[in-house]
């Protein structure tokens, strides 16, 4: 038996405790969405003294705001009411698809304030003429924020694909390999804001920032806190939330449901391999079933819905073809990691009515639990507040309510 005691952090120091407890108070204040200061030291466990001491320096800091008076209905003065602030630092998400690129500003209270959408067919384009148009769609945004006194504190980039170490390993639907996408979008950004204080660069896969935002601003508020997310694009992105915390893998790569293989011997996938879940339940193998142009991206699915609400035979008979290619693969995941809920996202949601009744029928024939019956309720459309672009601004929102000390200045142009 190895007895080697594991290494321990340094004690904390008064300072350390401090910056814990602004992230303590800040995040009370948040999840309350308003409170007063007797209300955040009874939830935080601090002493008022403490707690008052802690909010004078999120109130100067502009992380917080003062919203008038309210009473207990007990004796004393009544209490000041806290609110997050709806301006000063706020989160930019970015996210790259296929066919489009949308940018999103998030303030400190997670209200999309800010959102950019520039649909365009980003196949076959140079990464760096890709990244360089995101950021000009971004710094549109960022003078958007300005002008409602919000300033982002950092950027988060999101792809379709295998993101690593600020570099984007493979993303098959885009034909990037070994691409530096933090730095690239940093380069193009601060060339278009030279004044501008540097904005920190992130980036994540785009389904796993989807599934964030669910868990933020969607079925996480309603206390689903285990789910498998399904992003519906140009390819299939899969992302697992469970307890809370997103399921990220040893190498930060789980998720990629869209490249488990139906078939060995289906057609060829841009991954590489044959027979993978996008090439008969993706945007484009749906398109092609129902005798719609596979290259005709948002107006394509927009068809395909009309088509499906008229009952075109063609049109159904694809989407349930689908459905039952998804049942199938997600009945392992669910077999696998056992989650409370399903979400279907990207085109899929709108799809949800015609889809279910397929990938239901799966789940209900293939999960050993017995729980997934047609009339479960786990099989879900995601919130039309739960998207990529969403998710990846709230990531930043998410770092300032972790540690707003270290954001107390970034605010401030150089």
């Known amino acids: 038996m190895n007895n080697t005691p594991i290494p321990l952090g340094p004690k904390a120091d008064k300072a350390t405790v401090r910056r814990h407890n602004l992230s303590l108070v800040l995040r009370a204040v948040h999840d309350a969405g308003d409170a007063t200061r007797a209300a955040v030291a009874t939830r935080v466990g601090l002493t008022r003294a403490a707690v008052s001491s802690l909010v004078e320096q999120l109130l100067e800091n502009g992380f917080l705001t003062e919203w008038g008076k309210t009473s207990s209905g007990q004796a004393g003065r009544p209490g000041t009411v806290l609110k997050v602030a709806r301006t000063g630092p706020a989160g930019l998400g970015v996210e790259i ?33 890709v990244l360089g148009r995101a950021a000009q769609l971004a710094a549109r945004a960022l003078a958007s924020a300005a002008e409602q006194d919000l300033t982002p504190v950092g950027a988060h980039v999101v792809v379709p694909g295998l993101v690593t170490g600020g570099t984007v390993r493979q993303a098959p639907n885009l034909g990037w390999t070994r691409v530096a996408v933090e730095g690239l979008f940093a380069q193009s950004l601060s060339a278009l804001a030279p004044a501008r204080r540097p904005l920190p660069v992130s980036s994540d896969n785009e389904a796993n920032a989807a599934a964030l935002a669910e868990l933020w601003y969607g079925a996480g508020t309603e206390g689903v806190r285990s789910f498998l997310y399904l992003t519906g694009e140009i390819g299939i992105g899969g992302a697992l939330v469970v307890g809370g915390e997103l399921l990220r893998g040893a190498h930060g790569f789980a998720g990629e449901i869209g490249h488990m293989v139906v078939d060995p011997d289906g057609p060829l996938c841009p991954c590489g391999a044959h027979g993978c879940l996008e090439q008969y339940a993706g945007q484009a193998a749906l398109l092609a079933a129902a005798g719609i142009e596979t ?30 290619q998804l049942g199938c693969v997600v009945s392992g995941a669910v077999n696998l990691f056992d989650p409370d809920a399903v979400m279907l996202g990207g085109f899929y949601r709108a799809l949800t009515r015609w889809l279910a009744p397929a990938v239901e029928h799966e789940l209900a024939l293939r999960v050993i639990s017995g729980l997934w019956a047609k009339d479960s309720g786990r099989l879900r459309a995601a919130s039309p507040l739960g998207d990529a672009a969403r998710g990846a601004a709230g990531v930043i929102v998410q770092e300032v309510l972790a540690d707003p000390a270290a954001f107390a200045d970034r605010g401030d142009d150089d």
């Open 97 to 129: 698809n296929v066919d489009y690129v949308a940018v999103c500003v998030v303030d400190l209270a997670g209200t999309d304030r800010v959102r950019l959408v520039e649909h365009v067919d980003n196949r076959g384009v140079s990464p760096s003429e």
């Open 295 to 324: 290259t005709a991206g948002v107006l394509g699915v927009a068809e395909l819905q009309r088509r499906v609400r008229r009952a075109d035979p063609d049109a159904l008979a694809a989407v349930e073809r689908a459905g039952r």
